[in-house]
């Protein structure tokens, strides 16, 4: 099992440009969610999917979309990327009754 | 959503126990503690979790007061390899999860 993945790694935009950071796990996990995770901070949820097609949002849903393609992919888009949004973005899934798992981070340099 | 709150950060003594307080003054009735770590920049690890009672598994200990307004993460032996960021967490609801700004702990040889 891979567990959680993350792509890109490392990702450079200037501002107003758009991308889309990506999230899979192969652990049948129903629950997903993202996370920004600023220097020094704490991570602060951006919105979470409870289950395949729903998605909320959480603590600092603007600026970002989400899409819950199917139980394996949850995918967090920047429209117009901000320097404000530079940061680490975590992805993680949960089973019904257990804890989360963590991906290894995407780190967003917005110039 | 109940916040938390904790020390910015601790050193203990390898070999030692490590007791790291957190303060949920505000948690409701139906929210669980949660404990987890985070090594260098590495995603959260998970460590416990509780409600009311007291946990233990392989890694910590759970203490959890009687009113539910603090718990203390104890990890018994302390290494070299528990040196990290330490976050208490209250999950509000089934899926939301508040991060405080957590502990990070120094183990010293």
């Known amino acids: 099992n891979a567990g959680v993945t993350q792509t890109p790694k490392f990702q450079v935009l200037k501002t107003g440009q758009s991308m889309t950071l990506q999230c899979a796990q192969d652990?049948?996990?129903?629950?997903m969610y993202w996370y920004r995770q600023d220097p020094g901070m704490g991570l602060r949820l951006i919105y979470y999917?409870?289950?395949?097609?729903?998605?909320d949002k959480g603590e600092v849903p603007n600026g970002y979309n989400v899409s819950r393609l199917n139980k394996r992919e949850f995918s967090l888009r920047l429209e117009s990327a901000a320097p404000s949004q530079t940061s680490v973005y975590f992805c993680?899934?949960?089973?019904?009754?257990?804890?989360?798992?963590f991906g290894p981070g995407t780190r967003l340099t917005v110039l | 959503d109940a916040k938390t709150t904790q020390p910015p950060s601790m050193d203990c003594a390898e070999g030692r126990a490590a007791n790291l307080p957190c303060n949920h003054s505000?948690?409701?009735?139906?929210?669980?503690v949660y404990w987890y770590r985070q090594i260098h920049s590495q995603g959260p690890q998970y460590i416990i979790h509780?409600?009311?009672n007291n946990e233990t598994n392989e890694m910590a200990s759970l203490i959890i007061t009687e009113d539910r307004k603090s718990s203390t993460l104890i990890l018994p032996h302390a290494t070299l390899r528990d040196t990290a960021v330490y976050y208490c967490?209250?999950?509000?609801?089934?899926?939301?999860?508040?991060f405080g700004t957590g502990t990070r702990l120094k183990v010293l040889a």
């Open positions: 993680a899934s949960r089973p019904e009754g257990g804890e989360q798992f």
């Open positions: 652990m049948n996990h129903n629950s």
């Open positions: 999917s409870a289950s395949e097609g729903t998605t």
């Open positions: 505000t948690i409701s009735g139906n929210e669980y």
């Open positions: 509780g409600l009311k």
């Open positions: 967490i209250v999950r509000t609801g089934t899926y939301k999860y508040i």
